[in-house]
Nanobody
Framework: QLQLVESGGGLVPPGGSLRLSCAAS????????IAWFRQAPGKEREGVSC????????NYADSVKGRFTISRDTSKKTVYLQMNSLKPDDTAVYYC????????????????WGQGTQVTVSS
């Protein structure tokens, strides 16, 4: 069974850092693009970042450019989202999602989803 499991969320003060992990089971990451989305209360789920299957291509939402970094460790079947200089507006449930090969900005293009991890940025 193909499964994604997120971890690493928590409560952090403004300006702090967190690293989210997305661990895959039941499949390898070699042929899948992995994206991070987030959803704040009362808002639409939005794309944050994505890494292509080869790791050659990465992209970021304008709101997180320069602060977040996506990476993958294929041997560990894990994708990471390093989040620095966190702001209260980054508060949301963060989800990772997988689709074959290339990234897409559209959440409906993703086949597999994790259950989400809560990130709260507050003093």
């Amino acid at each position: 069974q193909l499964q994604l499991v997120e971890s690493g969320g928590g409560l952090v003060p403004p300006g702090g850092s967190l690293r989210l992990s997305c661990a895959a089971s039941g499949f390898t990451l070699n042929t899948y693009a992995i994206a991070w989305f987030r959803q704040a209360p009362g808002k639409e789920r939005e794309g944050v970042s994505c890494i292509s299957y080869s790791s050659y291509s990465t992209n970021y939402a304008d709101s997180v450019k320069g602060r977040f970094t996506i990476s993958r460790d294929t041997s560990k079947k894990t994708v990471y989202l390093q989040m620095n200089s966190l702001k209260p507006d980054d508060t949301a449930v963060y989800y990772c999602a997988a689709r074959a090969y290339s990234c897409s900005p559209h959440r409906n293009d993703y086949e597999y989803w994790g259950q989400g991890t809560q990130v709260t940025v507050s003093s």
